[in-house]
C-alpha cells in the first residue's frame, strides 16, 4: 500500500495527514480519520495550558490503529489527519470559530464575521476551552497562523477527501465514506458503535441498517444518530441522491484501549476485525448499487 504525505509549513513534526492506497481502489469505500492526530509540535505544546489532559479529551485516541488495520485487510484507501484536533478540528467549517480567540480580531478580514454554532460551546475549529478544564490556550492566536491553518491544512485535506470520493465513484459507480471516530463510555448500558448519518441525510437508509444490524450479529450495542450524529464532514461531502454517501461511526474507547483509555488494549484487535467486517458487507452493498445504476443508465 502506497502512502502520500501532504506537507505543511506550519510547526508541527509531521505531515497534516497522510493517504494510503492500493493503486486502483479494492473496495468503494473510503476510511477517513480526522480526529486521531498526535502531531504536537513543542511550540504548541507550550501554548497550551494543560496539555496532557487536553490531548486526552480532544484525540479520539488511537483510533488510526484500528482504522490501518482495517484498511490493510480490505484495500480501502485510508486518510489520516496527524495534525492534532488541538491544531485545527478537521470536522469544522473554516469560519465556525470563536473571533475573540485571534489577535487582530478587529482586522478587515473578520469584518461581520459571527461566532460559529460549536464555537460558542467551545469547540470550534480551533477548540478554546473543554468542559470541567477551562481554557486550552495561554493566549491570543495571530489572524494570520489561523489563515495559515486553514490554507495549510484544512483545504488540503478536505480536497484530498473529495478527490479520492470522485475517484472511487467513477471506478464502481457509487462510494462510501466512513468517517472514523472514538468516543468515551457512555456509561452502564450505553452503546459501544455509534453510527451517525445526519439523521439520514448523509447516506440512503440501507447504510445505518445494514450497519446497525452487522453490529449487532457480532454481539455489540450500537445506536445510531444519539448521540453523535456525524458533522461538517459529512455535510460537505455527502451527496446521496448521486451515490456518494457518508456515514461517520464512534467506537467506544474501552473496546480498544486500556483501563486508562491512554495506550492500546486486549480488545483491539477483535475491534478492529468487528469494523473490518462492517466494511466488507458495507462495501458489498455499495458495490452492487453502483452496478445497478450503471446498467439502469444504460
Not at 88 to 111: E, F, Q
Not at 147 to 159: L, Q, S, T
Not at 239 to 259: F, G, K, N, T, W
Request: contains cysteine.
Amino acid at each position: 500500500m502506497s502512502e502520500h504525505a501532504f506537507q505543511f509549513s506550519g510547526n508541527i513534526p509531521a505531515p497534516p495527514f497522510t493517504l494510503s492506497q492500493s493503486g486502483v481502489s479494492q473496495v468503494p469505500i473510503l476510511i477517513a480519520v480526522p480526529h486521531a492526530g498526535r502531531a504536537y509540535g513543542a511550540d504548541l505544546l507550550a501554548r497550551m495550558r494543560q496539555p496532557d489532559l487536553a490531548r486526552l479529551k480532544l484525540e479520539d485516541r488511537l483510533v488510526d490503529r484500528i482504522a490501518q488495520i482495517v484498511a490493510a485487510n480490505t484495500g480501502a484507501p485510508l486518510l489520516v489527519a496527524h495534525a492534532p484536533r488541538a491544531l485545527l478540528d478537521l470536522n469544522r467549517a473554516p469560519d465556525d470559530m470563536d473571533w475573540s480567540m485571534l489577535s487582530g480580531a478587529h482586522d478587515k478580514r473578520l469584518a461581520h464575521r459571527r461566532e460559529g454554532p460549536r464555537a460558542r460551546s467551545g469547540l470550534g475549529i480551533i477548540p478554546r476551552r473543554l468542559p470541567s478544564s477551562g481554557e486550552i490556550w495561554r493566549g491570543q492566536l495571530p489572524v494570520e497562523e489561523y489563515e495559515a491553518r486553514i490554507e495549510g491544512v484544512h483545504r488540503p485535506y478536505h480536497d484530498a477527501l473529495a478527490a479520492q470520493l470522485a475517484a472511487i465513484r467513477r471506478r464502481w459507480g457509487a462510494a462510501l465514506l466512513l468517517d472514523l471516530h472514538s468516543m468515551p463510555p457512555l456509561g452502564p448500558g450505553g452503546a459501544q458503535f455509534v453510527v451517525g448519518d445526519r439523521f439520514g441525510s448523509s447516506c440512503g437508509s440501507f447504510v445505518p441498517a445494514l450497519a446497525l444490524s452487522t453490529l449487532s450479529r457480532a454481539g455489540y450495542t450500537a445506536g445510531h444518530n444519539r448521540p453523535y450524529a456525524g458533522g461538517y464532514v459529512l455535510d460537505r461531502h455527502a451527496a446521496p441522491s448521486r451515490e456518494v454517501h457518508a456515514m461517520q461511526l464512534e467506537i467506544c474507547r474501552s473496546l480498544y484501549l486500556d483501563e486508562a483509555l491512554d495506550g492500546p488494549g486486549p480488545g483491539l484487535e477483535e475491534t478492529a476485525n468487528a469494523v473490518t467486517q462492517l466494511v466488507r458487507t458495507l462495501a458489498a452493498e455499495v458495490a452492487a448499487r453502483g452496478t445497478a445504476g450503471a446498467i439502469a443508465a444504460e
